[in-house]
């Protein structure tokens, strides 16, 4: 097929020449809609599969949003897999249900239950890489959408051609039509007969993006006729000045110098933003302004209903209890493999790496299964009825046994530390020895090396 015949293979093929999203030979899971932006995707990835062996799996979800008409998309999806002989999964959701349960708009719903079926889907075939139809329309589109809502330089910044997925880190999101516009990508349908559905939900304004796409684009071009290329110029630099902020954060976050108050305000609230999104707390705006601004000041998070949130003066984030009482559970997300938080006057420090031979043994410092672990954990107080596995134990027994067996005062107890893995089995607690479900084993992978320090002893009746 000549290239041009073909503008979107061409060109496609061009850039993934120029910028491999995806090495020869690997399986790609292939989000399709049955519209034309996603067929056209099929098509072209179809024909690239040729060139770099690749092995493509069609995935499906049915928001069931529209009645009939997200059925008939389903079954145009399932017939168009398998006329071309390919794999296909296919999954439902209650976006509607799923968007009123939780607070959130349909739009942020259906991307939710979206983006964990395709992570779902990359598991079950064995995939690492996901690939949409997004385009560079869509780009100018969510670059308004975000710039509406007060995004920063990454919200502005828009998609990327190839980024983690936001259900699965592990997995990535390609998406190779980034460099054409939507007309291009129809002209290449009609020169090629690709057969599509059309959405009709696309011109109703119940949604931002349609607006945004029919009312407001078109009113800034009569302004600004090359609008497509200053926005994609303003993502650009946005983008690469992002990039610049997020390196001098991370370095921050790993050696602490200088101190937090000399930092610019820039890196200073990405440092902040990094953090709360570690312990899983929507890093807006006006919370990162307060934590910013006001060192050691008490700040109430909605949520919390027995903990205050805080900055210290160099630059931590910490949880401290309303009224005497003791802070909320904490939930950390250890997907970045490393990092630190304060929690009630203890600091922790965990780096997920490939396991090395064993570690020596060290005051404070445990080392674990990373994937016994998981990838979100919780931190929290000692409650009754807690119990535990330490290692060389057949079964788990209450924690308040190995408590008095340890000779630990009761005083002492509801003030140490216990950790929680994501399937919400205990795998750490202070002051006693490692869990048997996560210790390391000769078929461990990752280890996950976790370590700890008090601020002051915690002391009780002469027990430290």
């Given at each position: ?26 399986r ?56 071309v ?26 991307r ?43 919200g ?17 999101i ?10 291009s ?38 302004y ?35 101190g ?63 009224s ?53 954990i ?7 009825g807690?119990?535990?596995q ?30 929680e ?43 430290i």
């Amino acid at each position: 097929m000549p290239e041009e015949q073909a503008s979107a293979f061409g060109a496609v093929r061009r850039a993934m020449s120029r910028v491999p999203l995806v090495p020869a030979g690997q399986r790609i899971i292939v989000a399709v809609s049955g519209g034309l932006d996603s067929m056209v995707l099929l098509d072209v990835l179809q024909r690239l599969a040729l060139v770099y062996d690749w092995k493509l799996v069609v995935a499906h979800y049915n928001h069931q949003l529209r009645g009939r008409s997200s059925d008939a998309d389903e079954r145009f999806v399932r017939e168009a897999a398998s006329g071309v002989g390919l794999p296909v999964c296919v999954a439902r959701g209650g976006v509607r249900t799923d968007a009123k349960r939780r607070g959130i708009s349909i739009e942020m719903a259906a991307r939710r239950l979206r983006h964990r079926f395709l992570a779902s889907a990359a598991h079950k075939h064995g995939a690492k890489f996901i690939a949409t139809a997004h385009h560079a329309d869509d780009q100018v589109e969510l670059f308004f959408i975000r710039l509406l809502r007060g995004a920063g330089a990454d919200g502005i910044a828009g998609m990327r051609r190839s980024s983690p997925s936001p259900a699965d880190p592990s997995i990535q999101i390609v998406r190779p039509l980034l460099c054409l516009n939507r007309a291009s990508l129809r002209d290449y349908a009609r020169t090629q007969g690709i057969k599509h559905r059309e959405d009709k939900s696309n011109q109703s304004p119940e949604y931002l993006r349609n607006r945004i796409r029919l009312e407001l684009l078109p009113l800034l071009r009569t302004y600004q006729p090359g609008l497509d290329d200053t926005v994609a110029r303003v993502m650009d630099i946005a983008a690469v000045e992002g990039d610049f902020v997020e390196a001098a954060a991370l370095l921050w976050l790993e050696k602490r110098k200088p101190g937090f108050h000399k930092l610019h305000p820039a890196v200073q609230r990405r440092c902040l933003r990094q953090q709360l999104a570690h312990i899983g707390l929507n890093p807006d705006f006006a919370l990162i302004e307060k934590l910013r601004l006001q060192p050691d000041t008490p700040i109430s998070i909605p949520g919390r209903a027995k903990a205050h949130l805080l900055r210290t003066t160099a630059g931590n984030l910490r949880f401290v209890p309303k009224s005497g009482g003791t802070p909320a559970p904490l939930t950390v997300d250890l997907a970045p493999n490393n990092g630190a938080l304060e929690y009630d006057g203890v600091r922790v420090l965990w780096k997920r790496c490939a396991r090395r031979g064993l570690p020596n043994r060290k005051p404070c410092v445990e080392y674990f299964d990373a994937d016994a672990v998981g990838r979100c954990i919780r931190l929290r107080h000692w409650l009754p009825g807690d119990r535990f596995q330490p290692i060389g134990m057949p079964a788990p027994v209450k924690l308040q046994d190995l408590f008095t067996n340890a000779g630990i005062p009761r005083d002492l107890r509801s003030s140490l530390l216990v950790a929680e893995d994501e399937t919400g089995r205990v795998f750490w607690v202070e002051k006693l020895r490692m869990s048997e479900r996560h210790k390391l084993l000769k078929t461990t992978r990752r280890r996950l090396k976790w370590s700890w320090q008090r601020e002051k002893p915690v002391v009780a009746n002469g027990y430290i």
